[in-house]
């Protein structure tokens, strides 16, 4: 497996804890957000301010425009950016206190937090803007949420080098998530449930990869759509992979063996773990 992506999954695994536990859930409402979805955008979305729809959508092409704007610019209506950020860190510190108990004063979250932070300091922020907007916050003083913050960072870093790679590759959003569950690489319920496209919209989009030879005519992947997804996938990972190579193995190693008994303690995650999470694509009913 890549270096990138291997950093990728641990990142992930500590970063994902911020769209399921109750407690963040509940300090978004108490700041005036309405409901997971606009939690959801607000939050990654609060560093750069509050944009319009339009520049969220950019960002998070992944999902149909009309679920981003049921959530934005109309967050900014209920609340503001700096109060969504604060009950982000404030939900978050209670959180990670929660399910590390005495885990997170430990000196394996210490070493996490230099590690990860020498890995922002060494990341282009060119062209990844969430991750930009992030880095431009102060760090929080207690380890645990340090390493959050940090995490979060990264996490965005590699979401704006995917989103390059799938423009590169000339796919729209739709596009993005139908090839991805054409080559079984997430599920099929993501396509409406997750990110929001109608089965009008995913129609099109499966029409569009037919034609370019990338899906058959059940829906799966074609040898062209599997090479294509795999450029994708190999692209992000090029531009994913500068600031840890800056690192080097040892360190970085040295994080993932840190990481791998924090992370255990926290909830399976949806991109990594969704064959655990969800039935298999083999039962799909398009």
């Keep these: ?14 970063h994902q804890l911020c769209y399921w536990a109750p407690e963040v859930r509940e300090t978004g409402s108490v700041a005036g957000l309405r409901g997971f979805w606009m939690n959801y955008f607000a939050t990654r979305v609060a560093p750069l301010g509050p944009v319009p ?4 959508a950019s960002l998070f092409c992944y999902y149909a425009p009309a679920r981003v704007r049921r959530a934005i610019p109309d967050a900014w209506t209920y609340s503001s950016p700096a109060a969504v950020l604060a009950a982000r860190y404030e939900g978050m510190d209670a959180a990670l206190r929660r399910e590390l108990g ?4 430990g000196d394996e979250v210490r070493r996490c937090v230099d590690i990860v932070h020498a890995a922002c300091d060494a990341a ?33 870093y590699r979401s704006g080098c995917h989103l390059v790679a799938l423009t590169a590759a000339g796919l729209s959003g739709c596009e993005s998530v139908v090839s991805q569950v054409a080559v079984d690489e997430a599920p099929h319920e993501w396509i409406s449930q997750e990110a929001g496209w109608t089965g009008a919209e995913a129609a099109l989009a499966y029409d569009s990869l037919r034609a370019r030879g990338w899906v058959d005519a059940d829906g799966w992947a074609t040898q062209a759509g599997h090479e294509g997804r795999a450029e994708i996938e190999a692209m992000t990972d090029r531009l994913d992979g500068a600031h840890w190579a800056a690192l080097g193995d040892q ?22 773990d969704w064959r655990e999470l969800y039935p298999s694509n083999e039962t799909r009913a398009d």
């Design 102 to 105: 005495e885990l997170a004063r």
């Design 53 to 56: 729809a339009s520049v969220a």
């Design 1 to 14: 497996m890549q270096r990138a992506r291997r950093m990728w999954e641990c990142v992930e695994r500590y």
């Design 251 to 272: 360190i970085t190693d040295a994080l993932l063996a840190d990481m791998a008994p924090i992370n255990a303690l926290l909830p399976k995650d949806d991109q990594i």
């Design 124 to 156: 282009d922020p060119v062209g990844r803007v969430l991750f930009a907007g992030w880095a431009s916050l102060e760090w929080p003083d207690e380890p645990h949420l340090a390493l959050w913050h940090g995490c979060t960072l990264l996490r965005e």
